[in-house]
Structure formats: structure tokens, C-alpha cells
């Protein structure tokens, strides 16, 4: 099953929790049949997989980050719930005499943004990255256990 992305709010957020922009759409252009920027903006962030996977204790997400630092990118929560990954893939020098014949692999500047959910506990998220794929772990907040409450008899 292929899942894709959708867009909400005009912005470039991805929010699975807002059925509405699934049926609907949110830009203005997608009812319209107007043209906009959504083509590049999609081009400009589909070089850049993120997969969202949700477990029992968290929601983990990684990316692809092929050839990039640690300290080439930035993880920020945004308006207390919007999880943004971004960075730049910066564009190799050329050297006196270089030719290049082809350039295929993507370069410039990259931004996600994810809505997450109101059991995210944000105060607790943590990153790794190896093999140039970013992990980004978002602790949930634990439902309290139901609670037996003793009947007094006076």
C-alpha cells in the first residue's frame, strides 16, 4: 500500500490526523485548476524521504540523508506540535580544469514538516543519524491505567 502525502492549511505540513484535506484538498489551486507553486514545492521536498512509522511507546521518523552532517541539519518543533526537519545539501566546488558531464544528485536547501499528534511528548524527543539516515524518536505521553475507586459506607 503506498501512502501519499497530503498538504494542509496551505502550507506544506503533513497532517494524517485531518481527514478533511484528504477528500477536499487544502490549496486553493487543487479546486480551482489554477496553476501555483505546488509542483516545485512538491519537487523540492520529494528528494527528501521521511517514513512516519507510530509504535505502542512513540512516533518514529526517518530520513534519507545520504552525504550529510549531523550539523547540516536542524530539527525543530514549531507552534508545540509541528515537528520541521531541514537542512541544506551544499553544492560541490568545481576546481580549475574540472568538467562535470552530469549532475543528478539533489543539492539546496531542504524542509519537512510534520503535525504530530496530541500525545507527542515533545519534551522528549531525541535524534540520531547513521549511515545517512536521521532518526527522530517522539516519546508518547503513557494513558494512566484505569483507576478502581473504593466505595465508603457510612
Not at 44 to 65: I, M, P, R, S, Y
Request: charged share 25%.
Amino acid at each position: 500500500m503506498a501512502l501519499t502525502p497530503f498538504f494542509v492549511g496551505g502550507s506544506d505540513i503533513f497532517d494524517p490526523f485531518n481527514f478533511d484535506s484528504l477528500l477536499f484538498g487544502n490549496r486553493l489551486s487543487d479546486r480551482t485548476g489554477g496553476s501555483s507553486s505546488y509542483a516545485r514545492d512538491v519537487a523540492a521536498v520529494a528528494n527528501t524521504q521521511v517514513d512516519w512509522k507510530e509504535t505502542a511507546e512513540a512516533h518514529v521518523f526517518k530520513a534519507n540523508l545520504p552525504g550529510l552532517s549531523k550539523e547540516e541539519v536542524k530539527i525543530q518543533v514549531q507552534d508545540g506540535r509541528v515537528l520541521q526537519i531541514s537542512g541544506e545539501r551544499k553544492k560541490e566546488e568545481v576546481s580549475h580544469g574540472e568538467k562535470w558531464h552530469r549532475v543528478e544528485r539533489a543539492q539546496g536547501s531542504f524542509l519537512r514538516r510534520f503535525r504530530l499528534p496530541e500525545t507527542a511528548q515533545v519534551e522528549g524527543i531525541s535524534a540520531s543519524m547513521e549511515n545517512g539516515v536521521l532518526t527522530v524518536t517522539v516519546p508518547k505521553f503513557q494513558k494512566p491505567a484505569p483507576k478502581t475507586i473504593e466505595i465508603q459506607c457510612s
